[in-house]
């Protein structure tokens, strides 16, 4: 390893000298907490197809992908002529656009649970009001989560995304009360963790495929007895696709498991790479996000 290592120093000086210009500026080096790695991160200067290239000219095959976003490439031309012909009309509206309704129409055609949508910037947001949704829709507070499962940087679901250690994601993370974990694939005992809590269980976010867990298949089986306890509970069942949406087929994955979920969450996927979020579901839940005719409460 320590090979490797002075190996790896002696072809990146320029980016260790730009690294630690970028140390001034950034916490720890990096605007995210996964781009850091020993002894420091390479500089990327430019990217084409599957390869970065850093600023000493080093080539990388890529295998994360814009977090795994860019399944096309790296510079794809149908993407960088369709983002060319956009800017030059507009890259900020504000407003209702014609953008917005088109995309919605593909997506509904791939998603057949996308009846209703509502779009935001991240995956961490779609994930964010999904809960928040289901807490709205069912009037309950607690919401049920993967061991080891992320979904985003939302402090209502930080909670055991370092399983098996106990230590949280982050500090300042004040409201995990209302926040339980199961166990992933283990229907028994998630059942059992779920039974106890059935009184205030707003829904479940779930993975079809534990992406920063480990890339672990759930298995059917598990997925359709959560689904299962859910219609019974009067819980909603929230399938997290930001990781799995788009990339095994045109559409999201919980078809082929015969999957009837009541909120989906979709990322910057969508957008090629571009920084966007999903969130879809049924008409009669997304519906509950409508504010229109909605009066002030006193």
Request: with cysteine.
């Amino acid at each position: 390893m320590t090979d490797y290592i002075l190996e790896y120093k002696k072809k990146t000086k320029g980016s260790a000298k730009l690294f630690e210009k970028s140390l001034k500026f950034h916490v720890n080096g990096v605007s995210h907490n996964i781009r850091f790695f020993e002894p420091y991160p390479f500089v990327v200067k430019s990217s084409s197809g599957k390869n970065l290239v850093d600023i000493d000219n080093n080539k990388y095959t890529d295998y994360w992908m814009g977090h795994w976003s860019l399944i096309l490439g790296h510079g794809t031309k149908q993407i960088k002529d369709a983002v060319k012909k956009q800017i030059e009309k507009s890259w900020m509206y504000g407003t209702v656009n014609e953008q917005t309704i088109k995309l919605s129409e593909l997506i509904s055609k791939a998603v057949p649970v996308a009846e209703k949508i509502r779009y935001v910037t991240s995956g961490t947001e779609a994930t964010m009001y999904a809960v928040r949704l289901a807490r709205s829709v069912t009037g309950k507070k607690i919401i049920a989560k993967i061991d080891g499962g992320w979904h985003g940087y939302t402090s209502d679901l930080l909670k055991s995304v370092n399983w098996p250690f106990t230590e949280s994601e982050s500090s300042g993370v004040i409201n995990e009360e209302k926040i339980i974990s199961i166990p992933f694939n283990d229907l028994e005992k998630s059942l059992e963790i779920l039974k106890k809590n059935s009184n205030d269980l707003a829904g479940i976010i779930i993975e079809p495929i534990l992406g920063g867990g480990g890339c672990i298949p759930a298995h059917p089986d598990y997925l359709k007895g959560i689904q299962e306890f859910c219609k019974k509970n009067n819980s909603l069942f929230i399938l997290d696709e930001i990781v799995t949406g788009f990339r095994f087929k045109f559409g999201c994955l919980y078809p082929t498991m015969n999957l009837d979920p009541d909120i989906v969450t979709l990322g910057k996927i969508v957008g090629g790479g571009m920084p966007i979020g999903v969130m879809c579901g049924k008409k009669e839940i997304m519906e509950h996000s409508n504010t229109k005719g909605k009066k002030k409460t006193e």
